[in-house]
């Protein structure tokens, strides 16, 4: 018995999981917890995710956008370790405590690493997340204490997800007989690195498979530095998320339209990772290249163009993690 058949995926920019329904994605952001002095019955922020707190081994921490919100020093970590930052674990136990109804829930999951980290860090990885662990989970102000066993656990390179979220079907089976026979390039542009794989046969190449640091938080960095100076105000990179999706910025109540720096970011980024696919694959020998992630779907307009066989995977942000789950299905028998 697995219990509960998870895909999560621990991004540096925002955390994804899916488990065949509900989709779940909050900010990669975790900060020190504590005792907030008013709770206000009037405030809008009544989702649950806008109010996600965790205490795990005595600790308490905020997570997501209340971590923006309410910590002091909040903080998205960028460590490419990521079995020695103990905000992977924080954000991987947040998700399953969401996915966990029950005070004692178990997990099938699957997971991913960055392509050049799965065989460094895939065991360390695993010996972290699997097993017994006990949380408390506060959701708007309601704090449940419960036992989640990760019985089964898989980490495979996280393009690898929107492969096989395009072959598998909701019950793990293999559906699309002719992607089983190319030779695919997938493009995966997360928010630190940009994943690249190839799989000939739904086998992985590893001659042709790399990963850089060419994900959006570069494109963030340009924008951050063209704001400072234009507006003179400072903003890190977890305040940049709604800044760039609005495409404004708000100073002294007033919003200010900041298309034009997002455009020259994004150019300036696509053509970064341009060069690098140049410099790895040889387009012309793949069937297909499938763009995929948040940030492939942020620059799907400067990247598509480029390639005459590169296509915007549908549902680009979960496509990894839906393949994840897919792969626990089919792993489990489901």
Known sequence: MYGEVLG???????????????EIVFPSVVGIGRDISYHSRLSTYNSPLDTLSLTSNGKKYFVGNYAIRQSSIPGRSLDIKKPEDINTLLLF?????????????QFSVVTGLPTNYILSYQEQLMNILQGEHYISL???GRAEEKHLNVSDISIVPQPFGTLYNLVLDNNGRVEDRDMTNKIVGIA??????ADFVVADSLEFVDRLSSSSNS???????IIAAMIRHKYKIDKKDFELDQIVRNKTIKIAGVDHDISDIISEAYYNLAAKIKTELDSLWDYRELDA????GGGGEALSEYLIPKFNNMMLVHDAQFANVKGFWKLAKNKNGH
Do not use: C, R, W
Request: zero cysteines; aromatic letters at 12%; hydrophobic letters at 40%.
């Open 8 to 22: 999560i995926d621990v991004g540096y920019g925002f955390v994804k999981s899916f488990d065949g329904q509900n």
């Open 93 to 105: 136990l947040t998700a399953l405590g969401l996915y966990s109804p029950e005070t004692h829930q």
């Open 138 to 140: 506060q959701v708007n």
């Open 188 to 193: 995966d542009i997360g928010f630190k690195t």
């Open 215 to 221: 994900g959006m938080v570069s494109a963030y960095e």
């Open 289 to 292: 290249i499938i763009l995929t």
